[in-house]
């Protein structure tokens, strides 16, 4: 394995079986230089990445701390999920880490609207989110808000196989969030974030909209529909209107006998 390129002392490219490749170490380009022979046992992660011009010019922008910092963070997920992530993550990551980090320094701050639904959807990516920012403070003496936490496990749940891509995580976290506004809004009601009924009512909107986008139709027997409309005409007429507004932002069309499961969901919510 034969160095082609060094990026930073913890990532050169090289040459491997004909093969371009990055290699990841800690210490991995210490006084190497370019043709020299990499030692296998110093290759912590090794990859070959269909953006490695991207990649390659991303280590060369961002200062070598940050990169590190990414490279703990990704490890420390993989371990947490027991699987490996999209090798688009060491792009994706480092890039909002470091960007993140600059900004945090110069005093910005961004708030993320979509924090309390990131924390019960994707409790896991969230905790490695928290996690990374406590790294972040302990290696860098850099203090983030837990809004950069939520952003992190975005990336992180979208680097998982299954996980998707940001645009549509992000959308369909950001439906979801209205949804619950317009619910608040009609409850005239607070909603702690703990609360169970709340974190059962978001896990529920998560798979209504997974479901209508893949047109997976929950079914429920008419009379039952309309026993829930009779029972409970408040919560109904509540998810209702999440029904409109849905059609009319995001052209996206709940079936009636969806509105019965919304509506069981509203009216615990409404009672506690």
């Given at each position: ?10 990532a050169?490219?090289i ?12 210490g991995?380009?210490?006084?190497k ?23 390659q ?13 990414s490279?703990?963070i ?19 990551l480092?890039d909002h880490?470091s ?5 945090i ?11 309390h639904?990131i ?7 969230f ?5 990374a920012?406590?790294?972040?403070e ?28 940001m ?7 950001a439906i ?7 619910i608040?809004?009609?409850?005239d009601?607070e909603?702690?974030?703990?609360d ?8 529920h909107?998560?798979?209504?909209v997974?479901?209508?986008s893949n047109?997976e139709?929950?079914?429920?027997d008419?009379e039952?529909?309309?026993?829930l ?7 109904y ?6 029904s409109q507004?849905l059609?009319?932002n ?7 006998q969806?509105?019965?499961y919304?509506?069981?969901h ?7």
């Open positions: 394995m034969k160095i082609k390129k060094i990026l930073n002392n913890n050169v490219v040459t491997d079986n004909h093969e371009e490749k990055i290699a990841i170490g800690a991995i380009a210490f006084q230089k370019k043709n020299d022979i990499i030692n296998p046992s110093k290759i912590e992660k090794l990859f070959v990445m269909k953006e490695n011009e991207k990649f010019q991303l280590l060369l922008q961002i200062p070598e701390e940050h990169f590190t910092l490279e703990e990704i490890t420390h997920a993989e371990e947490y999920l027991g699987s490996k992530l999209n090798d688009h993550i060491h792009i994706a480092t880490l960007f993140a980090i600059e900004r320094r110069d005093g910005i701050q961004l708030k993320n609207k979509l924090l639904e924390k019960i959807l994707y409790k896991k990516e905790d490695i989110g928290m996690w920012i406590r790294h972040i302990k290696k860098s003496n850099i203090k983030m808000p837990v809004d950069e936490a939520a952003y992190i496990a975005l990336h992180i749940h979208t680097a998982k196989l299954q996980g998707g891509d645009k549509q995580t992000v959308r369909q976290t979801i969030g209205e949804m619950v506004q317009i608040k809004e009609c409850l009601i909603i702690e974030e703990d169970i009924s709340y974190q059962r009512l978001i896990m909107l998560r798979f209504t997974s479901r209508i047109f139709l929950h079914t429920m008419e039952m529909l309309k026993m409309k009779k029972k409970f005409p408040i919560a007429s509540c998810a209702t209107k999440v507004e059609s009319h995001y052209s996206i069309h709940l079936p009636e969806e509105l019965g919304i509506t069981l509203i009216e615990r919510l409404r009672k506690r």
